[in-house]
């Protein structure tokens, strides 16, 4: 199999969330040639594709998405998003490092190293097609529970998300932040801008509770997350008329927790706030996702070994971005590493990955096999 064959063909191919589209078919069908035992296991919009290899010791998982994000306008891009064109050892398309790329890195690193080496663990293939959607057509973490429920254990997983920043390796995760979001209706009254007596103005009432919000610290942080971070995403209210005070204000929020703080701590402190003001108001929150963090160091350290055996140099670990599946694999109790490509291109125009460092993500790969089998 060639890594750069095969990662044009699942390019090629428009996976947007929740839609595999295809990609499980090429997939599968590689790795039960190497003997993997392949299943589906689909609900709601989503599909995964769930392969094991090996039936003693305990698992290791790669963790992947064959699914990608909308395009943006397509006249915006410099080669065609759905081509898998190669220009100075890059391949171009939605996808490439977001992370179509990898996980071919990965099948590739597996190629490798079970032609040379006598397995002594189970590896576990894990992709669904639904990383980047919305919670409505069914995430992973259903697939998980099913997993546990009849008896499936993962010790160890590798989650293929782009972490690398500059060089290929040089940044890997052990945790992400927490994401809870909130939409807050500020209830005023609507009158006539000339009377002042007879309305209520929902955008002064709401100057106060940004002041608070600005300068509120959630909690300190720790040494592995950032403190807790709250942000303002939209502000919308106005009639559309010049006279008129407008009744109501919506505003949508977002906090990225670390550890340090859990959701309903946020809730607290936030409705609290709110109260404190004597606001009339109503709210809806959403919560994405609650931090993890790997805190054994048994699989990090094997990690960290095969990067530095592969590149000469020792990765630094970063728990910052975006959420990840990361936070549902933490429910199977297993050590998680994020590991994959530059994070440079993804989700923007002309998404693309080095060659190069695929072919050094597969050698890493190869050597954290290997150092798994001691
Ligand atoms: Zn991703």
């Given at each position: 199999?060639?890594?750069?064959?095969?990662?044009?063909?699942?390019?090629?191919?428009?996976?947007?969330?929740?839609?595999?589209?295809?990609?499980?078919?090429?997939?599968?069908?590689?790795?039960?040639?190497?003997?993997?035992?392949?299943?589906?296991?689909?609900?709601?919009?989503?599909?995964?594709?769930?392969?094991?290899?090996?039936s003693e010791g305990p698992t290791f998982c790669f963790l992947g998405h064959?699914?990608?994000?909308?395009?943006?306008?397509?006249?915006?891009?410099?080669?065609?998003?759905?081509?898998?064109?190669?220009?100075?050892?890059?391949?171009?398309?939605?996808?490439?490092?977001?992370?179509?790329?990898?996980?071919?890195?990965?099948i590739e690193a597996l190629e490798t190293f079970l032609s040379t080496e006598k397995l002594n663990f189970r590896i576990a293939v894990l992709l669904t097609s639904n990383e980047e959607g919305i919670p409505e057509d069914g995430f992973i973490d259903e697939l998980l529970e099913k997993l546990k429920a009849r008896g499936e254990t993962i010790d160890y997983c590798l989650v293929g998300e782009p972490s690398s920043s500059s060089t290929v390796a040089d940044t890997i995760r052990i945790g992400r932040r927490g994401s809870l979001s909130g939409k807050l209706k500020i209830i005023g009254k609507q009158?006539?801008?000339?009377?002042?007596?007879?309305?209520?103005?929902?955008?002064?009432?709401?100057?106060?509770l940004i002041k608070i919000l600005k300068e509120k610290k959630w909690d300190e942080g720790n040494e592995h997350f950032q403190p807790t971070s709250f942000q303002i995403s939209n502000i919308n209210s106005g009639t559309?008329?010049?006279?008129?005070?407008?009744g109501e204000l919506i505003m949508d929020f977002n906090f990225r927790f670390c550890s340090e703080s859990t959701s309903d701590d946020l809730i607290t402190s936030f409705e609290e706030i709110l109260n404190s003001l004597d606001l009339k108001y109503e709210l809806d929150w959403s919560l994405s996702g609650n931090p993890y963090l790997t805190t054994k160091d048994f699989f990090i350290n094997k990690v960290i070994s095969a990067i530095k055996e592969t590149t000469g140099r020792e990765p630094i670990i970063n728990n910052g971005g975006g959420t990840s599946d990361g936070r549902f694999m933490i429910a199977m109790?297993?050590?998680?590493?994020?590991?994959?490509?530059?994070?440079?291109?993804?989700?923007?125009?002309?998404?693309?990955?080095?060659?190069?460092?695929?072919?050094?993500l597969k050698d890493i790969y190869v050597n954290l096999l290997k150092n798994l089998s001691t």
């Open positions: 199999m060639n890594l750069e064959k095969l990662t044009k063909q699942l390019i090629e191919i428009e996976s947007i969330s929740p839609n595999d589209a295809g990609c499980f078919d090429i997939l599968e069908s590689v790795l039960c040639g190497m003997n993997f035992s392949c299943e589906r296991i689909n609900y709601k919009s989503v599909e995964n594709l769930y392969a094991v290899l090996g064959t699914d990608v994000v909308p395009t943006g306008p397509l006249d915006k891009w410099t080669y065609p998003p759905f081509g898998g064109e190669i220009h100075n050892d890059h391949m171009y398309g939605r996808g490439a490092a977001d992370m179509k790329g990898n996980i071919c890195a990965f009158g006539h801008i000339a009377y002042p007596e007879k309305f209520v103005n929902p955008i002064f009432l709401i100057s106060d559309g008329a010049g006279n008129i005070v407008p109790d297993a050590e998680i590493v994020e590991l994959g490509p530059l994070n440079e291109s993804i989700h923007k125009i002309d998404e693309n990955v080095s060659l190069n460092d695929l072919k050094t």
